[in-house]
Each structure stands twice: as structure tokens, then as C-alpha cells.
């Protein structure tokens, strides 16, 4: 079994056969290129093993750059976050399912997709190639949604089993499944996808709000340039960085997609590190500081620091206490001084 949609035809007349279309508005861009799903699918995989503290996974390559297998130090339980037609999904699937036959783990695949159109096609073309020997798959409702699970003794209810394997799609807004799941710990080990451009920040900030191991993103190259970014801060690699260690992935050309890009994109990989300061907190501090452009911390927390449900005059004591000089800017103060800020404002 191979991945059917590399084929620039195939994959117009999946959409077209169930009255879709490739939608820029929607910021779709598909992968077509077997070894750009082959780099991103050994980077959100090497994520695992970096977590249970073993070497990097090496994947051998088929034909369609597919991996021939894995193997996994402990259960897993991968997330992605706007699958599409499948062409990560499949790579991921299929070592996934050939772990959990190499060894007593449950290995676990979720999907979260919104659009109708590419829910279909994941159920009838994509999941159905990882059913059981019989070639069922199983309908549940969850939560009010719509839950399509197919694999060797999967079980969609949470009961994981040694050496089984379940694929599970979740038709519902990514966004809005992962705020409703960040207070519960321990249900995301690893989140990845292709994110759309127009929503990149909102899916990014709710994935790392869940506290996962990890997560592995493609961005346009731009924007992941901005989380890792080493010299002036900003706002969002701060964030970012309390509680996650961004590192660099592979770079993937824009003709890697259907239609291509004007840009090229980037593979950000994410791993969990202790939270320094509070997130929600620092979230308001880092509003209200960047909020004022080229303005001194102590202007734009006079304008913005009442907007952001934070007090002028508490805001400036921790800041005289942590040595921080109001009339810098706030892209010249480093991260870990805004979270001393943040710290400070905690302590009173």
C-alpha cells in the first residue's frame, strides 16, 4: 500500500469528487512531495525518542518514502492538527502501526480536521489502509463530535494494550479541541501539522497552552525565523520559549505543495522544559509591553498595562526589584528578564 495523493491529478479529483476545492482563503497548501512528508515525518518521530531520552530514530527509506519502522521506548500518542488528505497522517500511521507490531507499546495517531471535505477522504482512503485484519473501522461520537477510529486493537475509549495501535479522527476545530484539553494533563505527548498561515499563531499558542513532550510545526519560514529568533526579542518567541526549547528542522521548498507557496517553509520543533514563570500572567505582561511599537516599556505599560488587567504601579515595582530600565524598549529586554518580571509580579 502506498500514499494515493502525490499524484497532482489524484488528489484534484479526490477533492472534486466530493465537491471541494483547493481553497487559498483557507491557506491550503498540500504536500505532494514524498520526501518533504519523509523530513517532516523523521522530525516529528526523532521528538519521541529525544524524549525518553534515547538516540534520534533513523528511517529507511521505500519507494515512496515511506519509513520502514520504528522503534519506540515506551507508548506514544501522536496529534496532528489539520491533516488534510493525508500525506503526513500516512507516514505517520504506517510506522506507527509497524512499532506497536515490534513491540509491547500502544501507539496511538489522532487527528483533528475541521474541513468536511477532507474528513471524507480520510475516512474512506487513508484510515481504512490501517484497519484491522478485517477492514472495519468504527464510528463513535465524542463529545458531541464525530470520531472515525480504525486500527489492531484500538480502543478510542483511553483503555490502551500493550502492542496495539489505533488511528482516531476527531472532526472539530483544532483550536477550539485543544483549549477545551489544556487543563487535562497528560493527553497530548506529541502535536504537529502543517499549520494554515492565517491561524499559525492561534494553533501554536493553544498546542503549547496543553503542555505536550513536544510538537513539530511547518511554518512558513518567516515565521518559524521568529520563535527562534536569537537577537531583538518579540513577543512570541518569549512566550514560546517559557516553556518550550525551540531547535531548527529541516527546510522544505515551496514546490513541495500543491499549489506551491510564495515562500518556503521550515519544520520548528518544540520540546517541553519546566515553565519559568507563569504563562498567563506573562502573556498579559508581554501584550501590554510589545503592544506600544518602538516605545519604552514605561509609555506603552502607561497606555496598555489598564487594557491588560495589570496595575501600573505594580508592574514598575517589580520592575525596579528585578533591575530592569523602564526606558528600554521592549525588544531589547531579554526573555529571561521578562520572566523574572513575571516572577516578581507573583511573589508581590
Request: aromatic residues 8%.
Amino acid at each position: 500500500m502506498e500514499y494515493p495523493y502525490y499524484s497532482r491529478s489524484r488528489l484534484l479529483s479526490a477533492l472534486e469528487d466530493r465537491g471541494g476545492a483547493i481553497l487559498k482563503s483557507k491557506g491550503q497548501n498540500f504536500l505532494i512531495d514524498p520526501n518533504a512528508v519523509r523530513l517532516i515525518g523523521e522530525s516529528v518521530l526523532s521528538l519521541w525518542r529525544s524524549a525518553a531520552g534515547t538516540s534520534p530514530i533513523l528511517l529507511s527509506e521505500s519507494s515512496e518514502g515511506s519509513g520502514t519502522g520504528i522503534a519506540l521506548e515506551s507508548n506514544v500518542r501522536i496529534t496532528e492538527i489539520g491533516p488534510g488528505t493525508g500525506a503526513l497522517s500516512y507516514y505517520l500511521l504506517r510506522n506507527l502501526q509497524m512499532a506497536s507490531m515490534n513491540g509491547p507499546f500502544f501507539c496511538e495517531w489522532q487527528g483533528i480536521e475541521i474541513d468536511p471535505v477532507m474528513v471524507s477522504i480520510l475516512r474512506e482512503t487513508i484510515l481504512p489502509l490501517f484497519s484491522d485484519s478485517k477492514g472495519t473501522t468504527v464510528e463513535n461520537i465524542e463529545d458531541g463530535k464525530n470520531v472515525t477510529a480504525a486500527g489492531k486493537d484500538g480502543d478510542p475509549s483511553g483503555n490502551q494494550r500493550e502492542g496495539s495501535f489505533c488511528a482516531t479522527l476527531i472532526e472539530d476545530d483544532a483550536r477550539s479541541y485543544l483549549i477545551d484539553h489544556s487543563a487535562r494533563p497528560g493527553c497530548f505527548d506529541i502535536i504537529c501539522g502543517n499549520l494554515p498561515y492565517y491561524i499559525s499563531t492561534e494553533l501554536l499558542l493553544a498546542a503549547i497552552r496543553c503542555r505536550p513532550d513536544a510538537c513539530a510545526f511547518l511554518f512558513q519560514k518567516e515565521y518559524a525565523g521568529r520563535v527562534l529568533s536569537g537577537g531583538k526579542s518579540n513577543s512570541l518567541s518569549v512566550f514560546v520559549r517559557n516553556g518550550m526549547l525551540p531547535t531548527k528542522g529541516p527546510t522544505i521548498g515551496k514546490n513541495a505543495f500543491l499549489p506551491p507557496p510564495s515562500v518556503d517553509s521550515q519544520v520548528l520543533l518544540l520540546s517541553k522544559i519546566p515553565l519559568q514563570c507563569d504563562p498567563d500572567r506573562l502573556e498579559r505582561v508581554l501584550r501590554c509591553s510589545f503592544q506600544g511599537k518602538r516605545k519604552t516599556l514605561q509609555n506603552s505599560w502607561r497606555q496598555f498595562s489598564a487594557s491588560n488587567g495589570l496595575e501600573l504601579e505594580a508592574l514598575t515595582t517589580a520592575a525596579r526589584a528585578v533591575g530592569l530600565d523602564l526606558t528600554r524598549r521592549a525588544e531589547d529586554v531579554l526573555a529571561e528578564e521578562f520572566y523574572n518580571l513575571v516572577n516578581r509580579l507573583e511573589s508581590g
